[in-house]
């Protein structure tokens, strides 16, 4: 049995969180031990991913990222303080490999895996950048990438953008996210009635949704204005904006000055998304930035029309006029001109809707995806 440490920094409940949590669910744990490495926040409380670690009876490891919150000032021995406890963890319970997600795990994980020489894996979600700090991290994290023995991108564009910063061809791979989701069409049904009904929403009105994280990158604020456009074309709207983050304020205020105080819904964050998801007419997912989104890929799995920036792996996904409809980031008139042209015609709300979730049964299966992770962990360690 192949012993995995499995880095990932779970600060909200957010697309790569849940990818992991897929992942560490769906994992055949016969023949590979995974052991969770959470680097946390010590100050903020236990988080949904944590438990949920808990409930599947994983062995947990903690590493505290500082001490204190930056706001009480700069913990300047931060990363030392992570590779020597991660140093620890990794030489005394002997790892096959090294499983890394996001750019602070990878960067303490593979200088500390290079020096166990233990194999080392890191999963690329993509590359944040909305203020200095994570700008020099993620040049950090380039340059870090190059040592490790296998690079999975989440995404064709992700994995280009890899490319051109000098990381290995040979060892960077293709695997796109999966979409884990139980619901049936009459489990769709049933919800779309019930959280409607809880919405205090009629059947006959129209249901913009959002689902992620609050953040700058995610381009929200162009779905908020697209909404305003579409109010002063006339038409009944409510747009439902399910997740948080740093930028919940802002867009609050956005939707004030917006005059869409009575049309925007903000739900927070859910845990049961996908049973929220049948209440929505539209999905729009107005980012700046993507790698494989998996809120996207579990909207159109429920057979949901999605409008959708053309960034990142989107486009593989999404064919535009086919499955859905693709428009240019930062447009908010783009996103109105989509969202009308589904408003008004059911009948390629529907047609749309039903490719797309023919499209996610396809090609976004949750067990071919972990069988390729599984094989990369197999070749890694044999190699």
Known sequence: MLKIAYILTPIDFGGSEKVSLTFLKNVDRSKFDVRPILLIRPWEKENYFQKRLGELNYSVYHIPVAIKPASEGIDYFRIARCIYALYKILSREKFNIVHSHGYFADIIGITVSRLLKIPHIATCHGFISNDSNLIIYNKIDKLTLRFCNKVIAVSDEIRKELLRNKINESNVITICNAVDNSLYEHDISHYRMEKRRLLLVGESEFIIGYVGRLSKEKGIEYLLKAGEILKQQGRHIKIIIIGDGQEREFLECIS??????????????????????????????????????????????????????KVGGVPDIVKSGMNGILVQPGSAQEIADAISLLYDDKDVRLKFGKEAQATVKTKYGVKQWIDKIEGEYLKVSAG
């Open 256 to 309: 004030l000055q917006s005059g869409l105080k009575e049309n925007v819904i903000f739900a927070g964050f859910l845990i049961d998304v996908e049973r929220w998801l049948p209440a929505i007419d539209v999905f729009v997912l107005p980012s700046l930035t993507e790698g494989t989104p998996l809120a996207l890929l579990e909207a159109m799995l429920c057979g949901i029309p999605v409008v959708a920036s």
